[in-house]
Nanobody
């Protein structure tokens, strides 16, 4: 069972990146997903969440209107589309999967983390 992240990198302010987490050995359609991020010297922050049914979503105020969380059950992958990126979005981003509808509680699977750097 694996949960593998991809899509990070260096981007200029105002640019876009799409992060992905591909699951193998388990089916993401049964899991609530959260994207976290952690910047140097700061606590881990919950960026965006989606319930297993896709009926509920959450976005941190700092990313609302700029980031979009989505799920591709056929590809068994989740995405975080990040638009109008700002330097303060610079962090290591992690995806996490929790069995069931709600994203509250402990997570069974974590991605390895991917670095996002927003800089000119």
């Amino acid at each position: 069972e694996q949960f593998v992240e991809s899509g990070g990198g260096l981007v200029q302010p105002g640019g876009s990146l799409r992060l992905s987490c591909a699951a193998s050995g388990f089916f993401l359609e049964n899991y609530a997903i959260t994207w976290f991020r952690q910047a140097p010297g700061k606590e881990r922050e919950e960026v965006s969440c989606i319930s297993s049914s896709d009926r509920s979503m959450y976005y941190a105020e700092s990313v609302k209107g700029r980031f979009i969380i989505s799920r591709d059950n056929v590809g068994n992958t989740v995405h975080l589309q990040m638009n109008r990126l700002k330097p303060e979005d610079t962090a290591v981003y992690y995806c996490a999967a929790r069995d069931g509808e709600s994203w509250r509680g402990l997570y069974e699977y974590w991605g390895q983390g991917t670095q996002v750097t927003v800089s000119s």
